[in-house]
């Protein structure tokens, strides 16, 4: 079945029955890289994607559910020419080892940050806590968000 | 498509602005390094050019047998390969593990990358430049100590030439060994440096940077159905039901082996699941352990030898006499992606794309599982989530290869499920190590008695075939190679078995059992983990024997002037024996990796509930001697990061199991520590600076597993006076020691 669906501003189509998760629908069909297969489950986060701005797992949500939301994946948030301050905090922390858990880190922070923009340590770590990693990046993701979060809060007040 | 990095023209130091280089070689030239034995990897692979390339464009390619497993290797190899070649970094390609074109250099694993390849590296380049200096001094009419050269231009005066114009055909066709030394540290511009990683941006930015994420024209997608225990044997299938499914190309089956194949990976996954439900398969009944883990290990058969004696004859005479019994369970690896691999077969040559841990290694397994000759078989690092040792990566290769026989010549790309991984992974190995001691009157360690007992922590592809799953399950499998007892000085289940400490009288066994429950294999730091945390706990009790403070009554009995400052180090940015709240307490974990790798010494400092019984690390600080450092943040991170990860074995970690082998199934089954959970972690570098020169490189990855397990251990009995032994140190096991505390 066609399905219809807005990724990253564009309005893209896949050929998919429709309970198909929508992480292999983005990443098979529609070539995209950022969310990544972790569990399939619901429990890692390494999935993660916006669907009109909240942050979903795309492994345990079937495409249907998602025609006709806005869905952004890790490539919509930024690039290297318009880099989402998350990303760029990460790269200035170095805030990874292996990366495998960086897109659902940097979609969950993102996420989170536009409700909270000034979060404490703490706020962090809860906002994280159903994201595993495995590398024990978590200090320098910690540091990486609140770092991302005061460039934020400094160009909204400029 | 390419994963390889494509480098900016700028290399960003961490902190500090962008570099340039521009130096002379005046004095530097020739100096001659005796030729006893090429360093690192050069000694098994001496061809210059094996190692490097000087491309007329202006490039430079590196190749190393070393993979990217997340610790930065590839950032670090080209860091010392700008350094001796003199080119600006960005130049650098670096190639990694590949049997087409790198170096054979065994596997990526003992944090000893940087001594094995980047010695090698190192010492190719520096002789790579010579001869392009030679060259340039003939070109240019001038003596090569007049020369200076900047980013690959080589200038005597005003006239210059470049390396790219110097580069020809064969210029390093000779094995290295006439060879110029590498530059003294001081005069380095890279390594030393906290360069950032070259493979960072691909991944925030989810740009392909995955073995996962490798598209190739008509790929399918394939999944596996392994048996229901590990004894099981498949039955019968029917197979028309599931061929009948959307999407579905081929149900692929070879004894016990069954795996399908699906124009898409949804449909792969929907096949499998209903393959797994309609294969019928014979003995597969289970049953729990009659044992629990301490008495099924000390009651298993093993082959026993002493690794270590002293007797000092003239012998104190003990005061007193304690011992102790520590347990380790069996642990997973636990990566955050399942295993997953792609394999193409043209009917002659097959080509597997792999997150393993060795490319030639594994190459040799395929051949014999496949029973083709190895010429006909390329294998090709791609990295994936990190494996912290051997995960199911080597597995889904010969998975991957298989389907791929059955797919007509169209690639392949299988991905292990979640429970696939979690199920039949290589566990790290289960251990039982009992130690007796003794002080005299005067706190002196006067006897020191250990036995170590468990599996192998070895299982890799290299060994045989059999090592690798499926080829246990194919309709002509390969029998298991015998079960690895890595020899000393490193070990395995051994590894860090000895005490670093003086002891009048010392005996140290290792008791290995050659056939275990679950299929056992290298997990980061081997027995260190689970023998460090024996040992340093046990030095914690020794002093409270003797009265003495756990710092001092270490300093006491090491000799090692590294050792001891690390401890020194770790102690006093710790605020050791600063007072601390009630519940609250402070433990310390010292030791030097495999023995004669990197030193390091860890304070936690935790917090503990009494009514529920959990331990909250709040913080840990570190404090490592890695010798020579290439790159200090990439250091730092492995250390944070295994510093994270041991309090995680060290709280939580344990895996289930029954007689058809692990009971685990997702992370539910197999908890680890969330950002909730997580201490603040604190690390220093030792030997940084101008001193840094005269420093061997000594590894950094595995080193402070062992040693943040006995911190934690050692904290807890700081902060509530009971002392566990049995890992995972568990809420059940602190609330239940406080009880029997507070009856006792
Ligand atoms: S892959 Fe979606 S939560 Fe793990
Ligand atoms: S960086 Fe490897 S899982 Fe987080």
Redesign the interface.
């Known amino acids: 079945m066609r399905i219809k669906l807005k990724v990253n501003e564009e309005v893209r189509e896949a050929d ?2 429709p309970d ?2 929508l992480l ?1 629908v983005l ?2 069909d529609l ?11 619901g ?2 986060g ?1 999935c993660m994607v916006h669907v009109d701005g909240r942050a979903v797992r795309s492994c345990i949500t079937p495409v249907e559910a998602v025609a006709g939301s806005a869905i952004v ?3 919509g ?4 020419e318009n ?1 989402h301050p998350l ?1 760029q905090a ?3 922390h ?1 805030a ?8 659902g880190m ?1 979609m969950t922070a993102a996420a989170f940050l536009s409700e909270n923009p000034d979060p404490s340590e703490g706020e ?3 906002a ?15 540091r990486a968000v609140k770092a991302a979060s005061q460039k934020q809060n400094e160009r909204g007040a400029k | 498509m390419s994963l390889a990095y494509k480098p900016s023209r700028r290399e960003v130091v ?1 902190g500090a602005g962008v570099l340039t280089i521009a130096f002379s070689l005046a004095g530097l030239l020739p100096p001659v390094v005796a030729q006893t034995g090429l360093p690192g990897s050069l000694g098994k692979t001496p061809a210059l050019d094996a190692w490097l390339r000087i491309d007329a464009g202006g490039g430079v390619t590196v190749f190393t047998g070393k993979v990217e ?4 290797i590839a950032t670090a190899l080209a860091q010392i390969a700008a350094d001796e070649l003199d080119v600006d970094m960005a130049r650098i390609d670096m190639i990694t593990g590949d049997t087409a074109l790198t170096p054979d250099e065994g596997y990526t694993f003992g944090s000893l990358s940087i001594q094995q390849s980047g010695m090698a590296i190192r010492f190719a380049a520096a002789h790579a430049r010579q001869i392009l200096i030679a060259r340039a001094a003939r070109r240019l009419g001038a003596t090569p100590d007049s020369l200076r050269v900047e980013d690959g231009l080589v200038f005597a005066g005003k006239e210059s030439v470049s390396y790219w114009q110097l580069a020809e055909e064969g210029l390093f066709e000779r094995d290295a060994g006439g060879g110029a030394a590498p530059k003294p540290a001081d005069e380095r511009r890279y390594a030393g440096r906290p360069i ?2 070259r ?3 691909s ?8 073995l ?2 490798i ?1 190739l024209p008509g790929m399918l ?1 394939g999944r596996i159905v392994r048996p229901p225990g590990s004894g099981a044997v498949l039955a019968a299938i029917d197979e028309d039901r599931i061929s009948a499914m ?1 999407g579905v190309k081929n149900i692929v089956r070879d004894g016990s082996f069954l795996g399908v194949i699906a124009r ?3 449909q792969a ?1 929907q096949a499998a699941e209903a393959l797994a439900g309609v294969a019928r398969w014979s003995n597969q009944a289970r049953s729990s352990s009659s044992q629990e883990l301490p008495e099924l290990l000390t009651s298993l058969p093993a082959r026993s030898s002493v690794i270590a004696e002293k007797d000092r004859g003239a012998r104190l005479v003990a005061a007193k006499k304690i011992s102790a019994r520590y347990t380790r369970p069996f642990q997973a690896h ?5 295993s997953a691999a792609i394999a193409q077969f043209d009917g002659n040559q097959l080509t597997v794309w792999s997150h393993c841990q060795g490319v030639f290694p594994l190459r040799k397994a395929l051949a014999q599982a496949l029973r083709m000759d190895t010429e006909n078989i390329r294998v090709i690092h791609a ?4 494996c ?1 040792g051997q995960n199911g990566a080597d597995d889904a290769a010969l998975d991957a290869a298989l389907l791929a026989r059955a797919a007509g010549g169209r690639p392949v790309r299988l ?1 292990w ?2 429970g696939d991984e979690f199920r039949w992974e290589p566990f790290g190995s289960a251990m039982v190590i009992d130690i007796s001691g003794a002080v005299t009157g005067d706190g002196r360690l006067a006897d020191w008695q250990c036995a170590v007992k468990g599996f192998t922590h070895s299982s890799r592809p290299g060994d045989g075939a059999g090592n690798l799953i499926a080829a246990r399950h194919m309709a002509n499998p390969i029998t298991p190679p015998p079960a690895r007892n890595i020899p000393r000085p490193t070990g395995g289940l051994d590894r860090n078995a000895v005490p670093p400490y003086q002891s009048d009288r010392l005996k140290v066994m290792k008791h290995f059992i050659a056939e275990g429950p679950l299929r056992t294999g290298a997990l980061r730091s081997l027995g260190s983990y689970a023998n460090v945390f024996a040992i340093e706990s046990f030095m914690d009790e020794l002093a409270a024997l003797a009265g003495i403070d756990p710092v001092a009554f270490r300093l006491k009995h090491l000799g090692d002037t590294r050792g001891r400052a690390v401890i020194e180090e770790a102690a006093s940015r710790a605020d050791w024996g600063s007072p601390m709240t009630a519940g609250h307490g402070r433990g310390i974990g010292y030791s030097r990796y495999k023995n004669l790798g990197g030193y390091l010494a860890v304070v936690a400092q935790v917090a503990v509930d009494a009514d529920s019984g959990e331990i909250r690390v709040m913080r840990a600080v570190a404090a490592a001697d890695c010798g020579e450092i290439i790159n200090p ?2 250091t730092r ?2 250390i ?6 041991s309090t ?1 074995w060290t709280l939580m970690e344990e895996v289930s199991f029954d007689s058809g082998g692990a009971t685990l199934s ?3 089954s197999y908890p ?5 959970q ?4 604190d690390v220093h570098l030792m030997c940084q600076g101008p001193k840094r020169t005269t420093k061997k490189p000594l590894g950094a990855g595995e080193l402070a597993q062992g040693p943040m397990a006995a911190a934690i251990g050692n904290a807890l009995y700081d902060a509530v006076g009971v002392r566990l032994r049995d890992l995972p140190l568990t809420p059940e096991k602190v609330r239940a020691a406080l009880q029997e505390k507070g009856e006792g």
């Open positions: 998919v029955s198909t998760p292999y990443r098979d070539g995209l890289f950022g969310p990544k297969f972790g569990c399939g489950l429990q890692c390494a994946t890790l490539e948030l930024g690039g290297p880099a990303q990460f790269i200035d170095q990874l080892q292996c990366g495998y858990c960086t897109n940097i962090i770590r809860g994280l806590s159903a994201n595993l990693c495995r590398c024990g990046s978590h200090t320098r993701i910690i | 961490i497993l997340g610790q930065g950032q990683r493979d960072i941006p991944r925030v930015f989810g740009q392909q940077s995955f996962q994420d598209r997608h959307p898409g990976e949804f996954i636990a990566s955050l992606a399942p990295p994936a989530a990190g912290y991905q499920m979640r943040d990439g991170n492995q944070e990061g295994g510093i994270v990860q995680s997702d992370w539910l680890i520590l969330t950002f909730d997580v201490p603040l972690v």
